[in-house]
């Protein structure tokens, strides 16, 4: 029974719902009198209704759904709940919407239903809009208008049986969707504007499509209205960006609801009252793509902008200037008027006050000089803008003499060339003919443009005074005069400076002879110029020297001179850059040379000063070992060592060595690069030996050479002459009983006598020193008549003398050799031993291992005597040579 009434009450609902029951008493008929119109320019439908006049009351929450359906296949293309309270009072209703699909492209059905609540109507029937047939492809919609960043569908509609092949929008190619039999359709995005003709779309082929507009909607701002003749509205606007419509659809405005004359763009004019006070203005742009309006609230009477004043006329030295009003209303104006004079580009602005203002008169202007005068108002009391100007008026002054001449002189050697500067427009008053110099008695006329003037040849004992002076119809300026000095200027020693923003800034000490200021000239250092020049008065010791003619990287000097009563004295002298640049010039003659196992010296050859760009404050040195290029080292050379360096401690090694100075602003002028191959020591050491050697050699070819032809002088000196020896009777003792004389000699010293016994050696004289008998035999003696003598005069004494004969002392000794003798018992240099006052002896020694047998004959021989430290060597010689004979 539950199960039943819950279905039962179900039912009940839904009949209620189908069947329109609202509330209680309340009957949902429905819309009536539905109605559907389309506009296919911008692709809207439009519904009107209305509610069933026969029910007793609307409820105040009643809603209508309304549809658009694709008729073909009934789709839902859109759906939208419309609010009618607002409406209730008329019972009639409208509604309209824009369609995205193109409406000739298909067939489109709208219906609708009335809803309360929960509660719906039934829905109307469906009215409508059929969509276009053709044979031919078609495109829609026609010629449309659409915004720049939107989308916009296009539709291409088939004939019977045809076959869509492409849609194309600008010649690019799209992507299309089928909508329903013949019909498709495709969506461009407009990312930018037309041209001021419009894109095109086509379906199939060119010979089938439409055209499209792209643009903007009104941008305008800033309206703002006032008064030119006291008669009449201007109001005037910002147009804003270019909507890029033309013709039929560019922007129309109306001004107050009145239309503004076509072609209107940023103004409008309409006829008014002007005394009517404060007035509100509004302006309405409107193009296909939407509408604005501008609103401005003004009182005309005090926003009054002159016209401009006209026949404008000028003339005179003091120039007085007139004009004329179009308008009769301005001459009771109280009004403020500007006077531009623009004299060769220099703009000057005079202002005038008063009633009506026609006439004005200029004072102060410049001789000879063309103006060109024009002039503007504007009202003095509420006062709002500057009216327009007039046209230019243009007039000349009259001609007055010249500005004195600013001269100086330039000297090189005994030549002076005196400058001045030409004249401007303001300071020459007229056209300068000529220039009149004067030099001592000589008067010498030039004419422009030059403006200098060489003195040759000048003596340096007198100061010369020269006077310049420029003439024009007018007369002669006043003498410039300058002194030349006497005497060429002293060299004085520069000081470095720094330019910056394209010149220099000076400061100098004050000199005391300095009463009419300083003059400042500056030239290229290494370039022949004609020289510029700044005066600075009396008291400023400063200056900003700024020349179009400086050039960067540019060695300049500046030379300051004190202007004196006489002739200009150089004071101070500067050397600079007005901004330093990396070196241009090259380092030159680079070389590399060892020294040593581990020195190498770097020369090179510094950039002229001709070419240097910058200050070079010093050198590097770059090198590496080219078998490690990565092991770049650098040495520092400061500008007192240029040209040539040692580097010590570098090992044995090939390398590479390249010299870059140094400035301010980096480094440059790269020398080209040297190789040296480092050598070990011990080549070094060989060349030495071998040179000494060499050198040794020839001194001592010099000296053997000196000596061969000296060798008689060397002779003499090293090698004296032996003198022969001589007897004394000294030497002998008195005569004994038998007649005989003893000769008394003393024994030879060890220390002065060598004795030397050779028993091998036969034909020498040998002593028996055993055989007592005394008798001696020499047989290979070259003076045996010497020997004979010898053995019959000498007999041996018991007590070891020997002893001479009377009868046989003279003979023996006048025969004998002046070098040696002979002596049968001993080898003695006689004469040696004279010479040293010495007693001669003789005591062999007997233990000797080399004494000569005693059974054996002993020779004695005598050998050349040399010298020693203590005097003369001697040398015996004994030696065996025969069986002693008895």
């Given at each position: 029974?539950?199960?039943?009434?819950?279905?039962?009450?179900?039912?009940?609902?839904?009949?209620?719902?189908?069947?329109?029951?609202?509330?209680?008493?309340?009957?949902?008929?429905?819309?009536?009198?539905?109605?559907?119109?389309?506009?296919?320019?911008?692709?809207?439908?439009?519904?009107?209704?209305?509610?069933?006049?026969?029910?007793?009351?609307?409820?105040?929450?009643?809603?209508?759904?309304?549809?658009?359906?694709?008729?073909?296949?009934?789709?839902?293309?859109?759906?939208?709940?419309?609010?009618?309270?607002?409406?209730?009072?008329?019972?009639?209703?409208?509604?309209?919407?824009?369609?995205?699909?193109?409406?000739?492209?298909?067939?489109?059905?709208?219906?609708?239903?009335?809803?309360?609540?929960?509660?719906?109507?039934?829905?109307?029937?469906?009215?409508?809009?059929?969509?276009?047939?053709?044979?031919?492809?078609?495109?829609?919609?026609?010629?449309?208008?659409?915004?720049?960043?939107?989308?916009?569908?296009?539709?291409?509609?088939?004939?019977?049986?045809?076959?869509?092949?492409?849609?194309?929008?600008?010649?690019?190619?799209?992507?299309?969707?089928?909508?329903?039999?013949?019909?498709?359709?495709?969506?461009?995005?407009?990312?930018?504007?037309?041209p001021p003709s419009c894109i095109n779309v086509y379906c199939n082929s060119p010979l089938y499509g439409t055209c499209v507009y792209v643009g903007y909607p009104p941008g305008d701002r800033n309206l703002v209205c006032e008064t030119r003749d006291l008669?009449?509205?201007?109001?005037?606007?910002?147009?804003?960006?270019?909507?890029?419509?033309?013709?039929?659809?560019?922007?129309?405005?109306?001004?107050?609801?009145?239309?503004?004359?076509?072609?209107?763009?940023?103004?409008?004019?309409?006829?008014?009252?002007?005394?009517?006070?404060?007035?509100?203005?509004?302006?309405?742009?409107?193009?296909?793509?939407?509408?604005?309006?501008?609103?401005?609230?003004?009182?005309?009477?005090?926003?009054?902008?002159?016209?401009?004043?006209?026949?404008?006329?000028?003339?005179?030295?003091?120039?007085?200037?007139?004009?004329?009003?179009?308008?009769?209303?301005?001459?009771?104006?109280?009004?403020?008027?500007?006077?531009?004079?623009?004299?060769?580009?220099?703009?000057?602005?005079?202002?005038?006050?008063?009633?009506?203002?026609?006439?004005?008169?200029?004072?102060?202007?410049?001789?000879?000089?063309?103006?060109?005068?024009?002039?503007?108002?504007?009202?003095?009391?509420?006062?709002?803008?500057?009216?327009?100007?007039?046209?230019?008026?243009?007039?000349?002054?009259?001609?007055?003499?010249?500005?004195?001449?600013?001269?100086?002189?330039?000297?090189?050697?005994?030549?002076?060339?005196?400058?001045?500067?030409?004249?401007?427009?303001?300071?020459?008053?007229?056209?300068?003919?000529?220039?009149?110099?004067?030099?001592?008695?000589?008067?010498?006329?030039?004419?422009?443009?030059?403006?200098?003037?060489?003195?040759?040849?000048?003596?340096?004992?007198?100061?010369?005074?020269?006077?310049?002076?420029?003439?024009?119809?007018?007369?002669?300026?006043?003498?410039?005069?300058?002194?030349?000095?006497?005497?060429?200027?002293?060299?004085?020693?520069?000081?470095?400076?720094?330019?910056?923003?394209?010149?220099?800034?000076?400061?100098?000490?004050?000199?005391?002879?300095?009463?009419?200021?300083?003059?400042?000239?500056?030239?290229?250092?290494?370039?022949?110029?004609?020289?510029?020049?700044?005066?600075?008065?009396?008291?400023?010791?400063?200056?900003?020297?700024?020349?179009?003619?400086?050039?960067?990287?540019?060695?300049?000097?500046?030379?300051?001179?004190?202007?004196?009563?006489?002739?200009?004295?150089?004071?101070?002298?500067?050397?600079?850059?007005?901004?330093?640049?990396?070196?241009?010039?090259?380092?030159?003659?680079?070389?590399?040379?060892?020294?040593?196992?581990?020195?190498?010296?770097?020369?090179?050859?510094?950039?002229?000063?001709?070419?240097?760009?910058?200050?070079?404050?010093?050198?590097?040195?770059?090198?590496?070992?080219?078998?490690?290029?990565?092991?770049?080292?650098?040495?520092?050379?400061?500008?007192?060592?240029?040209?040539?360096?040692?580097?010590?401690?570098?090992?044995?090694?090939?390398?590479?060595?390249?010299?870059?100075?140094?400035?301010?602003?980096?480094?440059?002028?790269?020398?080209?690069?040297?190789?040296?191959?480092?050598?070990?020591?011990?080549?070094?050491?060989?060349?030495?030996?071998?040179?000494?050697?060499?050198?040794?050699?020839?001194?001592?070819?010099?000296?053997?050479?000196?000596?061969?032809?000296?060798?008689?002088?060397?002779?003499?000196?090293?090698?004296?002459?032996?003198?022969?020896?001589?007897?004394?009777?000294?030497?002998?003792?008195?005569?004994?009983?038998?007649?005989?004389?003893?000769?008394?000699?003393?024994?030879?010293?060890?220390?002065?006598?060598?004795?030397?016994?050779?028993?091998?050696?036969?034909?020498?004289?040998?002593?028996?020193?055993?055989?007592?008998?005394?008798?001696?035999?020499?047989?290979?003696?070259?003076?045996?008549?010497?020997?004979?003598?010898?053995?019959?005069?000498?007999?041996?004494?018991?007590?070891?003398?020997?002893?001479?004969?009377?009868?046989?002392?003279?003979?023996?000794?006048?025969?004998?050799?002046?070098?040696?003798?002979?002596?049968?018992?001993?080898?003695?240099?006689?004469?040696?031993?004279?010479?040293?006052?010495?007693?001669?002896?003789?005591?062999?020694?007997?233990?000797?291992?080399?004494?000569?047998?005693?059974?054996?004959?002993?020779?004695?021989?005598?050998?050349?005597?040399?010298?020693?430290?203590?005097?003369?060597?001697?040398?015996?010689?004994?030696?065996?040579?025969?069986?002693?004979?008895?």
């Amino acid at each position: 029974m539950l199960v039943f009434l819950l279905w039962a009450s179900l039912f009940l609902s839904s009949l209620q719902e189908q069947n329109g029951q609202d509330a209680p008493g309340v009957l949902l008929s429905g819309p009536q009198n539905v109605s559907v119109n389309y506009d296919l320019k911008d692709q809207r439908i439009s519904v009107t209704w209305e509610d069933d006049p026969s029910s007793s009351r609307v409820p105040d929450k009643l809603i209508y759904d309304v549809e658009v359906l694709l008729t073909v296949n009934m789709t839902e293309v859109h759906s939208e709940a419309v609010d009618v309270r607002q409406a209730l009072a008329s019972r009639k209703y409208h509604w309209s919407w824009t369609s995205a699909l193109p409406l000739e492209c298909t067939s489109h059905s709208v219906r609708l239903r009335s809803r309360y609540q929960n509660y719906t109507s039934q829905w109307s029937p469906l009215l409508t809009i059929t969509g276009r047939a053709s044979t031919h492809p078609q495109v829609f919609p026609k010629s449309s208008v659409v915004q720049v960043d939107s989308n916009f569908t296009f539709c291409c509609i088939l004939g019977p049986g045809q076959r869509l092949e492409y849609m194309k929008y600008n010649n690019i190619l799209m992507n299309t969707t089928h909508i329903i039999d013949q019909s498709y359709a495709m969506v461009v995005h407009m990312q930018s504007p037309s041209p001021p003709s419009c894109i095109n779309v086509y379906c199939n082929s060119p010979l089938y499509g439409t055209c499209v507009y792209v643009g903007y909607p009104p941008g305008d701002r800033n309206l703002v209205c006032e008064t030119r003749d006291l008669e009449s509205v201007e109001c005037h606007w910002d147009t804003g960006r270019a909507t890029n419509l033309t013709k039929q659809r560019m922007t129309r405005y109306d001004l107050n609801g009145r239309a503004c004359p076509n072609r209107t763009v940023s103004n409008c004019y309409q006829t008014v009252r002007v005394d009517q006070g404060e007035r509100n203005w509004t302006l309405t742009a409107r193009n296909p793509l939407g509408t604005l309006e501008l609103r401005d609230t003004a009182d005309l009477k005090k926003r009054v902008r002159l016209l401009a004043p006209m026949e404008v006329l000028a003339s005179g030295v003091n120039a007085s200037v007139q004009w004329q009003w179009e308008r009769p209303q301005y001459h009771i104006l109280l009004m403020v008027c500007q006077v531009q004079l623009n004299h060769s580009g220099h703009i000057d602005v005079r202002n005038f006050s008063g009633i009506g203002l026609r006439s004005v008169v200029l004072h102060g202007l410049a001789p000879a000089q063309t103006y060109t005068v024009q002039v503007c108002c504007g009202l003095k009391q509420h006062f709002w803008k500057w009216g327009d100007w007039s046209e230019g008026s243009t007039f000349k002054t009259e001609e007055d003499i010249p500005e004195m001449l600013d001269v100086w002189m330039q000297i090189e050697g005994n030549q002076t060339m005196i400058l001045w500067k030409p004249l401007t427009v303001n300071q020459s008053h007229g056209q300068i003919k000529d220039y009149e110099v004067t030099w001592g008695r000589q008067e010498t006329i030039l004419h422009p443009p030059q403006n200098d003037f060489l003195i040759s040849d000048r003596s340096t004992d007198e100061g010369h005074r020269v006077t310049v002076t420029a003439k024009n119809s007018a007369g002669s300026s006043l003498p410039s005069i300058i002194i030349i000095p006497r005497l060429p200027h002293r060299s004085k020693s520069s000081m470095k400076i720094v330019g910056s923003d394209g010149g220099f800034n000076l400061s100098w000490s004050a000199s005391p002879n300095s009463s009419c200021g300083y003059v400042v000239d500056w030239c290229p250092t290494h370039k022949k110029c004609r020289v510029e020049w700044v005066k600075v008065p009396a008291g400023i010791t400063r200056a900003r020297i700024q020349s179009a003619s400086f050039e960067e990287g540019v060695r300049y000097t500046l030379s300051i001179f004190a202007c004196t009563p006489g002739a200009p004295e150089l004071w101070e002298r500067r050397e600079g850059y007005v901004k330093e640049c990396l070196p241009k010039g090259q380092i030159q003659r680079l070389a590399a040379e060892q020294y040593g196992s581990d020195t190498v010296l770097i020369s090179w050859t510094a950039i002229p000063p001709e070419s240097q760009t910058a200050f070079i404050h010093g050198y590097i040195i770059y090198y590496c070992d080219t078998s490690h290029l990565s092991s770049m080292r650098i040495f520092n050379v400061t500008t007192d060592e240029l040209g040539a360096k040692n580097l010590t401690g570098i090992p044995v090694s090939s390398y590479r060595f390249i010299v870059k100075a140094l400035t301010s602003v980096g480094e440059g002028g790269d020398s080209s690069p040297v190789f040296l191959q480092m050598n070990p020591q011990t080549d070094q050491l060989i060349t030495v030996i071998i040179i000494s050697l060499g050198s040794a050699a020839c001194l001592l070819a010099l000296v053997t050479i000196l000596c061969y032809r000296n060798w008689k002088c060397v002779k003499e000196n090293m090698y004296p002459k032996i003198p022969k020896p001589v007897w004394k009777e000294e030497w002998l003792t008195p005569l004994e009983s038998n007649g005989r004389q003893i000769l008394y000699v003393d024994p030879c010293q060890p220390s002065e006598i060598d004795i030397v016994c050779n028993r091998e050696q036969s034909g020498e004289a040998v002593l028996d020193n055993n055989a007592g008998k005394g008798a001696l035999t020499n047989t290979n003696s070259d003076v045996p008549a010497l020997h004979v003598y010898y053995n019959q005069l000498l007999t041996k004494t018991t007590s070891g003398h020997f002893t001479f004969s009377p009868h046989t002392m003279a003979t023996p000794f006048s025969q004998l050799s002046g070098t040696v003798i002979q002596n049968p018992s001993y080898n003695l240099e006689v004469q040696a031993s004279l010479d040293m006052g010495q007693s001669v002896g003789y005591e062999p020694d007997m233990n000797s291992f080399s004494c000569p047998n005693p059974e054996l004959h002993n020779t004695m021989s005598y050998v050349p005597f040399e010298t020693d430290s203590r005097g003369y060597k001697f040398q015996c010689h004994i030696e065996d040579s025969s069986p002693l004979q008895e």
